[in-house]
């Protein structure tokens, strides 16, 4: 009776003990913010709207080639990559909780010892074998799995908010480009033509060489300005066909329609308070999440320096065939229940755990670099943002001045009031007022782009990859 009372009562201890868990550090740590927002924040709208914020733009070449360049990107394939990757370690370290259940199959035929005949047995059972978490080793990396699973998956939403944001930054660069161009073709064609119009009056005799002279210079200077303007405009393009996998003649189709250049309205809004904002980052939740893994994981090197316990068991069914008669033969068993009690392994399982908690540490000191480069990023943006809008009127107000003044002057010098010399100074001005405009252009559209990267790209936490929650 004794005998038979043993093995449960083991078992039921082995339970018991199971329910004990080596305690971990908290995977949630206190990282220091500013209540708000020091930059002026632009208003209207919400951070959802962030998700397809282009789309109020009202450009299809822009949606377009963004879901191009997300399509081709091995940036975006290689984090969907780790996203299974990830899902298979889950899977795996889940499994290490739950018993192993095999098949087995044999067949023998001989004798052990005479006089008993020559002897066949036939057998097929089942066995198992179960490791009891006794220290919760085996929990603590199915939830470092499992969080290392979630931050892929952040992952994955930070790839297409990055290749998004580099998407439009480069169509941004082109386009502006272009304008550019435009602005340098109008440049080196009056350039030209007052070159011509000096040749033809200093070869009459009523303009002295010197200013010929001057004219020609003028007008090399303006050529060669277009020669690069036109040859930056070509970089741009080959990169963006690079980066969307679009041939590049269908992409300079594409882009023979108008663009709509981001105004001084806000296309999104952003709340004042950094923690809301920061919760719509991708890469800060996959930082959090790698901190709560490297918690998990200093649980289950520490586990493997306690006692373990594992239960094995079998049944089978089988014939013998002896003396020319077949025979069932059953069998089962249940253990041993096997104790490993960990003895010296010259600080091997210490140094594991020492290492776990080290990298425990520098996860959460990259934590809290992150959130700081979060909030600087979206300060940053904000000040771009609102010192693009606050020069705005002054760079139109200066164009629109210096472009009367050059016709002004243009005219006085057709008429013989006015030296080349005034004429080229106004030139001069002109065209670093016009390009100043459109550079300024650029600059508000790229905070934009900018500010969008820096809050998260309208991610929310609970929004998963298609096709990857499972």
Known sequence: MTNRLRMPAVLALALILAGCAVTRPPSQVEAPMPPQFYAPLPHG?????????????????????????????PTIAAAATR?????????????????????????????????????????????????????????????????????????????????????????????????????????????????????????????????????????????????????????????????????????RERLETSWNEPGPAPLFGVTEVPAQVLAQRPDVFQAEREVAATSADVGAAQA??????????????????????????????????????????????????????????????????????????VEQALVNLDSARRRDEDARTAAEGYRASFAATEARFRGGLGSLFELEDARRTLLAAETALVTLQRERAAAWVALYRATGGGWRRDEAPAGAAR
Request: net charge neutral; with cysteine; charged share 20%.
């Open 304 to 377: 493997q320096r306690y006692p373990r316990v594992s239960l094995t068991g079998s049944v089978a069914a089988g014939m013998v065939r002896l003396g020319g008669e077949w025979t069932d033969a059953q069998t089962w068993s249940l253990g041993p229940l096997a104790v490993t009690l960990p003895l010296f392994d010259a600080g091997r399982r210490a140094a594991n755990a020492d290492a776990s908690r080290a990298r425990y540490d520098e996860a959460v000191v990259a934590y809290r670099a992150r959130l700081r480069q979060a909030v600087s990023e």
């Open 83 to 251: 996203i299974e990757t990830a899902r298979a370690t889950r899977v795996a370290a889940s499994a290490a909780l739950l018993p192993n259940l095999d098949a087995t199959a044999s067949a023998n035929r001989g004798f052990t010892q005479p006089p008993i005949p020559l002897a066949t047995t036939v057998q097929a059972g089942l066995q198992t074998q179960w490791e009891i978490d006794l220290f919760g080793g085996n929990r603590a990396t199915a939830d470092a799995a499992q969080a290392r699973l979630q931050g892929a998956q952040a992952g994955w939403h930070d790839a297409r908010v990055s290749v998004a944001a580099e998407t439009a930054n480069n169509y941004i660069a082109l386009r502006t480009c272009r304008r550019l161009l435009a602005v340098t073709e109008n440049d080196a064609r009056s350039r030209a033509e007052t070159s011509r119009l000096n040749q033809l009056s200093a070869e009459a005799g009523f303009t002295a060489p010197a200013t010929a002279a001057l004219s020609r210079a003028s007008a090399a200077e303006g050529s060669a300005r277009l020669t690069q303007q036109r040859a930056q405009c070509e970089i741009d393009l080959k990169t963006l066909a690079a980066l969307t996998a679009v041939p590049e003649p269908a992409l």
């Open 45 to 73: 709208g919400q951070l959802a709207d962030m998700s397809r914020w282009w789309d109020q733009l009202q450009d299809p070449v822009l949606v377009s080639l963004i879901d191009a360049a997300q399509a081709a990107s």
